[in-house]
């Protein structure tokens, strides 16, 4: 599975994708870890992401976050401990 982690600023025009193996890396190097995902991710995705970690004894917290005011205008926001 892999899924699209949300731009650092509007002018990047390449988004850089993340898959399950790779967020596990992260998570053996530090324990706890937040990641941005891009709107254009699935939710169905994302939820199982969520599963996949939880499988693992990890916390997961998914939640959006919303930084405009027009509906399109948010990311997702997973923290992992």
């Known amino acids: 599975?892999?899924?699209?982690?949300?731009?650092?600023?509007l002018d990047e025009k390449n988004n850089k994708k993340i898959t399950l193996e790779d967020i596990e890396k992260e998570l053996d190097k530090n324990k706890q870890k937040i990641f941005y995902f891009d709107q254009s991710n699935s939710h169905k995705d994302l939820v199982s992401m969520v599963e996949n970690l939880e499988e693992?004894?990890?916390s997961v917290y998914l939640r959006e976050v919303r930084y405009g005011l027009d509906e399109n205008d948010y990311m997702y926001e997973m923290h992992v401990l």
Request: charged content about 35%.
């Open 56 to 58: 693992k004894e990890h």
């Open 1 to 9: 599975m892999e899924l699209i982690l949300a731009k650092n600023s």
